[in-house]
Nanobody, 124 residues
């Protein structure tokens, strides 16, 4: 069983930066794929980024490629999402998720564990 706790959200101006963190419990964190998703009001939850267990494999949604960076520190059981040059359309609740299969996953149903979400609001 893995429990995830996301934090770091807040209010930021367009063009600014924010770093989200996702702390995980459980001894097998290092073998899990970690993902970030987001959900804006009235929209479905969408994939943002994922990183495999060793950190060498990452994948991004086109909408954030080149602006966001996903990373992880297995010694701290923590995954991160560095958000740079944010846009108003990045406003959403951001969720972290963990997948036991260690493969790069982009669909919500492929993830086994979810954090509670952290609100990111980008002002113009």
């Amino acid at each position: 069983q893995v429990q995830l706790q996301a934090c770091g959200g807040g209010l930021v101006q367009a063009g600014g930066s924010l770093r989200l963190s996702c702390a995980a419990s459980g001894r097998t964190f290092s073998t899990y794929t970690m993902g970030w998703f987001r959900q804006a009001p009235g929209k479905e939850r969408e994939f943002v980024a994922a990183i495999v267990w060793g950190g060498g494999g990452t994948y991004y949604a086109d909408s954030v490629k080149g602006r966001f960076t996903i990373s992880r520190d297995n010694t701290k059981n923590t995954a991160y999402l560095q958000m740079n040059r944010v846009k108003v359309e990045d406003t959403a609740v951001y969720y972290c998720a963990a997948d036991r299969t260690s493969a790069l996953r982009t669909q919500t149903w492929e993830y086994d564990y979810w954090g509670q979400g952290t609100q990111v609001t980008v002002s113009s």
